[in-house]
């Protein structure tokens, strides 16, 4: 366990880091006429009051990370290795509360955005990209692993029955994330709402829509090995992290290519003649201000998409007032509460707890 806890600490460490900094520079990534998650003239972020909003976030992001990263640590060393995993999440709260208070700085410079909405007329590739073959992929490998392990437990130094409740607890747990990324891929080519259907904006769009996918097929690919490597090995074997510090640095391409692109491709160079809109009234992503909760949680009985662009980070959000995106939601959970729960019903007998 001696190497085990550092390349944990390195990489949850790293990964809050990257969040940092993603979070530094994302009132410049959004799109133009969103600041903040709120819908303003696109010329505002580059005047006066616009800019000041930003230092006083970034100064208040300095201060609410550097207490996250004294509570990171301060946890760390007095409850270990099992409070390493809340670094991201502390980091995360600091960045909310930083970005929050700016946002309550914009609101009152917030414009009502078009409410003009653009259908794709034209057809364009619905398919996952690499095709279902290529997604079903970590399912098929995920599959063949624990089938091999089940097939020869007997060969495990664990007891039987132990090492058939530790596979059981680690498929149904990793299925339940892979299942979720799969329906966000299948949304990705479906269940989104473009903010520009044609035009040089749409075909940016689009291109982001689509790296934004293979990013998360390679980290769906990403968690079936990881998974895999955890079932193989032995529990305390200092190997069981050794693809954890791989990932750090995908994350870090992943940011970088998706900082390039903008959110929905936004900051790549437009190459094709200008539409001929109205300037005087921004588009941000054709929705109200009132159907974002909190700046960042999308909730619009009116809306059919299940994901839509997020108004402050890269990527999508889900429509919390569709179903669809309650599915999604508890089959993330399902990664982390499953062996929350196993453990607690295989421990608390032992305390005389039924």
Avoid at 27 to 47: G, S
Wanted: hydrophobic share 50%.
């Amino acid at each position: 366990m001696s190497m085990v806890r550092p390349v944990i600490m390195f990489t949850i460490g790293g990964i809050a880091i990257l969040n940092a900094i993603l979070f530094w520079f994302m009132p410049r990534l959004t799109r133009r006429d969103l600041y903040f998650a709120v819908t303003v003239a696109p010329a505002f972020r580059d005047e006066p009051e616009g800019r000041s909003i930003l230092g006083r976030y970034r100064a208040e992001l300095i201060f609410f990370s550097a207490l996250a990263l004294a509570a990171f640590v301060t946890g760390s060393a007095w409850f270990g290795v099992g409070f390493v995993s809340t670094g991201t999440f502390l980091q995360l709260g600091a960045s909310f509360i930083a970005f929050y208070r700016a946002r309550q700085r914009v609101l009152p410079h917030a414009v009502p955005p078009t409410m003009i909405r653009e259908a794709e007329l034209h057809n364009h590739d619905r398919i996952i990209v690499g095709g279902w073959m290529t997604a079903s992929g970590p399912f098929i490998l995920l599959a063949a692993c624990a089938g091999y392990l089940w097939i020869h437990r007997g060969e495990n130094s664990m007891p039987n029955d132990l090492h058939g409740h530790r596979l059981t607890v680690d498929l149904v747990s990793t299925t339940g994330i892979l299942s979720s990324l799969t329906l966000i891929l299948y949304g990705l080519a479906h269940w989104v709402r473009p903010v520009h259907a044609g035009g040089g904006e749409g075909a940016r769009e689009l291109k982001f829509r689509k790296t934004f996918s293979v990013i998360l097929l390679v980290i769906e690919y990403f968690i079936t090995l990881q998974a895999s490597w955890i079932m193989w090995v032995r529990r305390g074997d200092p190997t069981i992290v050794a693809l954890l510090p791989l990932f750090l640095v995908f994350v870090l391409v992943a940011i970088v290519i998706l900082a390039r692109l903008g959110q929905g491709g936004s900051r790549m160079p437009a190459t094709d003649e200008p539409r001929i809109t109205n300037s005087s009234v921004p588009v941000g992503d054709r929705t109200l201000d009132c159907y974002w909760k909190l700046g960042v949680f999308y909730f619009n009985r009116d809306d059919s998409a299940v994901l839509i662009e997020k108004r402050f980070g890269l990527g999508y959000s889900l429509n919390f007032a569709r179903p669809t995106a309650w599915i999604i939601l508890l089959l993330v959970l399902m990664g982390p509460l499953i062996p929350i729960v196993a453990h607690l019903s295989r421990f608390l007998p032992k305390l005389g707890i039924k």
